[in-house]
């Protein structure tokens, strides 16, 4: 690969995903897209980088969706999963009693864990959400990823990585030598194909956003305007998981930490105490 062809990689991949792809990871993007290559059958990367800068819509969907990492793990991380169900479901409980629903967006959503992990955390709580309309929704700039999320069918070596036993065997069902997920944990979860670079109004708001290990490989630039995205669709008294090495200081007001070490952030709003997120631990 030239350094011309690189850059032209590298822009391109940025332009549509918002990753960064640095000099030192001319390595990643052969890796990654010569398995393109091949299912492609052009004659080389370079023939396939002709055709990203010839405007091949479908070869450029293909690089896109080639370069996106898709390591994701069921309640990956697990504390701030805790949180999730021992913090905010709770409070959740409380103040949209009398509306009775809530929706919690996955960004990101590679495979579809995280979201699964998110409706399972719920589905274990069921006796006090019982009537309440509740929607996961899952995004991803990967096609791929959000159409294997959509089977909700995972290997053994998927459910191995952070899911508990007794969780495995109550919310999925053994096909030959994969793992299907019950259509009540499928049911409440949606995906669909989007851009954390897009304008994310049109999902609606949502009263707790996963974008978990999504911001680490962004630019400063991106890494905001991303926030400012996240900021405007997550309601008042909102809760904003990001992974654990995510940092938000010195990145946007649109949050404040209730825990910086477990990626967890409340919505910041001047007119607004802190005490009443849903992120805050209140007496009941």
């Known amino acids: ?63 896109v969706d080639a370069m996106m990492a898709k390591d994701t793990a069921f309640f ?46 719920v589905r274990d709580l069921a ?16 096609a791929s990823a959000v159409g294997a999320a959509a089977r909700g069918v995972y290997s053994q070596f998927d459910v191995q990585r952070g899911l508990p036993v007794l969780t ?6 053994k096909k030959d030598d994969a793992w299907v997920l019950n259509d009540d944990i499928r049911g409440m979860v949606k995906f669909q194909t989007g851009s954390l670079l897009e304008d994310l109004y049109p999902l609606g708001r949502f009263d707790a956003i996963f974008c978990r290990n999504v911001l680490v490989y962004l630019d400063l630039k991106t890494k905001l305007e991303v926030l400012q995205k996240l900021g405007r669709v997550l309601v008042d008294d909102g809760v ?15 949050f404040r930490a209730v825990d910086a070490d477990l990626g967890i952030y409340a919505a910041h709003r001047a007119d607004r105490p802190a005490s009443l997120s849903l992120a805050a631990k209140v007496d009941l």
């Open 1 to 63: 690969m030239t350094p011309e062809e690189f850059e032209l990689a590298a822009r391109f991949v940025k332009d549509r995903s918002g990753l960064v792809l640095t000099r030192d990871k001319g390595y990643l993007l052969e890796n990654r897209l010569m398995p393109v290559v091949r299912e492609l059958r052009v004659k080389s990367l370079s023939d396939l980088l002709a055709a990203v800068a010839a405007g091949d819509a479908a070869t450029q969907t293909a690089v």
């Open 127 to 142: 006796s006090s959400f019982a009537g309440w309309n509740i929607e996961v929704i899952g995004i991803d700039i990967s």
């Open 76 to 121: 990956r991380d697990w504390k701030p999963f805790t949180h999730f169900r021992s913090i905010v479901l709770p409070n959740i409980r409380v103040s949209r009693g009398m509306k009775r629903a809530f929706r919690v967006l996955s960004a990101g959503t590679s495979t579809g864990q995280e979201a699964y992990s998110v409706a399972m955390s």
């Open 240 to 254: 904003l998981y990001l992974g654990l090495n995510e940092a938000l200081s010195g990145v946007g007001a649109s």
């Open 168 to 173: 495995l065997l109550q919310h999925f069902t």
